[in-house]
């Protein structure tokens, strides 16, 4: 199971940290990624961590902006994002993905198990 929380209201310019903790006691088997769905768009790609936490791989729309880590002693992936911008709003949901490389996908398709998500507001 996964928990996202974090999400809030924010001004342009600003940041924001969001957290996804999961349960179970395999969590450091799964790579993690982040993902995004703007009212009325379709959910896309933000960002991925391997499973060591040693490669990450980001939307061009986000890269330099936001930036992704873990903690596996605390079963908790974060995505920290700057320079909020108006079309960073929307839900922002974490997934986990199994693979045997440990790398993360940036497939939506690929991905085992989601959060709720938690919604990010930029205001202009």
């Known amino acids: 199971q996964l928990q996202a929380s974090g999400g809030g209201l924010v001004q342009a310019g600003g940041s924001l940290k969001l957290s996804c903790a999961a349960s179970g006691r395999t969590f450091s088997s799964y790579a993690m990624g982040w993902f995004r769905q703007a009212p009325g768009k379709e959910r896309e790609f933000v960002g991925t961590i391997s499973r060591g936490g040693t490669i990450r791989i980001y939307a061009d729309s986000v890269k330099g902006r936001f930036t992704i880590s873990r903690d596996n002693a605390k079963n908790t992936v974060y995505l920290q994002m700057n320079s909020l911008k108006f079309e960073d709003t929307a839900v922002y949901y974490c997934?986990?993905?199994?693979?045997?490389?440990?790398?993360?996908?940036?497939?939506?398709?690929?991905?085992?198990?989601w959060g709720q998500g938690t919604l990010v507001t930029v205001s202009s």
């Open positions: 997934a986990a993905d199994w693979t045997v490389t440990g790398r993360g996908s940036t497939n939506i398709h690929e991905y085992d198990y």
